[in-house]
């Protein structure tokens, strides 16, 4: 069973920065593709970013390209998101999520295990 622990939230100013840890439980996080979702209040569970098992394959929301980064440190059996310019819009909880294929993917369901999830508060 893996296990995907979600941190570094936390209450930020609009323009300012967060750095997402999702630390997995599992000596193989290598064979597991990875992404990123959050959920707004009222709102639906929405994509954000996700990356292939080395990390030379990325992909974005349109709401996250330019200010977002993903990336893996496989070694650590970790994966981060690090999120610049938040806004407002970006509040949510954010949940990491892991696959058991080497490639990522865009929708939720698509995802076998999941992180708990970390609130993000962006104050205008």
């Known amino acids: 069973q893996v296990q995907l622990v979600a941190s570094g939230g936390g209450l930020v100013q609009a323009g300012g920065s967060l750095r997402l840890t999702c630390a997995a439980t599992v000596r193989t996080f290598s064979m597991y593709g990875m992404g990123w979702f959050r959920q707004a209040p009222g709102k639906e569970r929405e994509f954000v970013a996700a990356?292939?098992?080395?990390?030379?394959?990325?992909h974005y929301a349109d709401s996250a390209k330019d200010r977002f980064t993903i990336s893996r440190d496989n070694a650590k059996n970790t994966g981060y998101l690090q999120m610049n310019s938040l806004k407002p819009e970006d509040t949510a909880v954010y949940y990491c999520?892991?696959?058991?294929?080497?490639?990522?993917?865009?929708?939720?369901?698509?995802?076998?295990?999941w992180g708990q999830g970390t609130q993000v508060t962006v104050s205008s």
């Open positions: 990356i292939n098992w080395s990390g030379g394959a990325t």
């Open positions: 999520a892991a696959r058991r294929r080497l490639d990522y993917s865009l929708v939720w369901e698509e995802y076998d295990y």
